[in-house]
């Protein structure tokens, strides 16, 4: 396959090939094809170069998932500018921080995001500009202001005999180029703002388009779950689509399991990029309860008919997915291991990545087919991965990896870059692992959440959490340590929870506290399980902020 040199030179190619395709939908609203795309990137273009943004100047966006949001984002980067995605889900004080300490220059915000924010906190901003219909929302700039009325005047006037394919040319980008600063609080509750250049996009897309471009193709559709302002769901499914000549579709609301149920039947994606808290509900919601009865049971033991039986339901499980994906990668946290173990026996297919947004963020990839029980891929190419043990294949260790996609580090703030990257590149992730000999890495959990057990062992607690989530009426929990003990707390699941009183309710939580200890070591065993009473705080990768309940 072709290899393209930079990442803006994908987005140019990508356009020009795929110029009278679909490009960009929101879902059940209106549709970009790529020409379209080009001309709105080439507005942005005309009114960024009118206002006085320069090459390296910062432009912030907050917004949910949207066609524009995506265009204003490959606006910034063909320009030359600097991106600074900013999660939607973040309240109004953490965007104004993250405005104001990346020093931005414009800021794009949706209509949800702009309900939350204060211009005067802002004071740096030149200017606020509406993603639905890029109207000024606050403007500090008569250059800017001018540049906004008069804009398709300015664009007619470039243009007089109207915008072609051979008219898209772009910012040459180089390797180390700063590309954008991704602010992510991730589970420590302390945010640091990733730089990442331009040639860890290129690797992951680069990456992703030589592993899956010949399974998913041109002009096929993808559903964007994920937020765009997160990596893994900004490269895996938005970058590698749209590089990819897909029709991407985004929701635009909040993806509730029954949106997103809808939209995979109503899209019919070629791949589904996900995390395990949405395939786990589907899984648990829509597919146990029809499998997890006397009859199917039966079948299942019977070797005669069981393989006829698996074929049947992983048929039922993949029109659940839309029936067209090529795999489902999941992402952002560990599956469920008993999730994983049934999609595995009736054959679906499955895989789980690794990554950080250090890396932009992939670290770890397989096919499903080359997937093991467990892991979650092997190193991409152009990234090395080791453990720091002593036995790397029994003895878990912390995971470091270095190559292309790593980050420059973190903006303003050397002493956490020199903590995170060590003199020889090597950038320590921060989770525990191990790898086989035939390189699939397996994950054991964060360094800063290991526990250590009343005798000096570690503790994991991911792993008992994994174990426990699957048990009778639990929803979801996390393991805390009080003094030398171990206890749960427990979201439990409130479909069920309205058919038992609160005293019924603590004795399923305790027979399930003691069948679990049954299967662990001592030094890892339950000394109580408490309720909690409503779901916990979740990162927007989904993973649980577990510094909140320590």
Known sequence: METISSFNAYIQRAIVDNWNRDALTDYQGATLQFHDVARKIEKLHILFEHCGVERGDKIALCGRNSAHWAVAFLATLTYGAVAVP??????????QNIVNHSGSKLLFVGDYAVKMIDAEAMPGLDGIINLPDFSLFVCRSERLDYAREHLNMMFGSKF??????????????????????????????FSKGVMLPYRSLWGNVEFIINRLGSKVKAGDNLLSILPMAHMYGMAVEFLFGFCNGCHLFFLTRLPSPAIIAKAFADVKPALIVTVPLIIEKIIRKRVFPKIQNNGVR????????????KEKICQEVYQAFGGRAYEVIV???????????????????????????????????????????GCCGKAVDRMEVKILSSDPQNVPGEIVTRGTNVML???KNDE?????????GWYHTGDLGTISYSGHIFIRGRIKNM????????????EIEDRLNSMAMVSESVVVQRGDKLVALVYPDKDEVMSFNSEELMQIMEQNRVDLNHELPPYSRLAAIELHNEEFQKTPKKSIKRYLYR
Request: charged fraction near 20%; hydrophobic fraction near 35%; aromatic fraction near 10%.
């Open 416 to 424: 956490e870059t020199r903590k995170a990257i060590d003199e020889e």
């Open 160 to 189: 007089p005999n109207a915008f072609r394919a051979q008219h898209v040319s772009y910012h040459v980008d180089q390797p180390d180029e700063l590309a954008l600063i991704n602010y992510t609080s991730g589970t420590t509750g």
């Open 298 to 309: 039966l079948l299942l033991a019977m070797p005669v008919v069981s393989k006829k039986v």
């Open 409 to 411: 580090g973190y903006y």
């Open 331 to 373: 992402g952002g946290a560990a599956l469920s291991k008993e999730v994983e173990e049934f999609l595995l026996s009736i054959g679906f297919p499955v895989t789980v990545g690794y990554g950080t947004t250090e890396c932009a963020p992939l670290i770890s990839y397989c096919d499903y087919k080359e997937f093991v029980a």
């Open 451 to 462: 526990l250590l057990g009343s005798n000096g062992q570690n503790v994991y607690p991911e």
């Open 86 to 95: 900013i999660l939607h889900e973040f309240n109004g004080e953490q965007v």
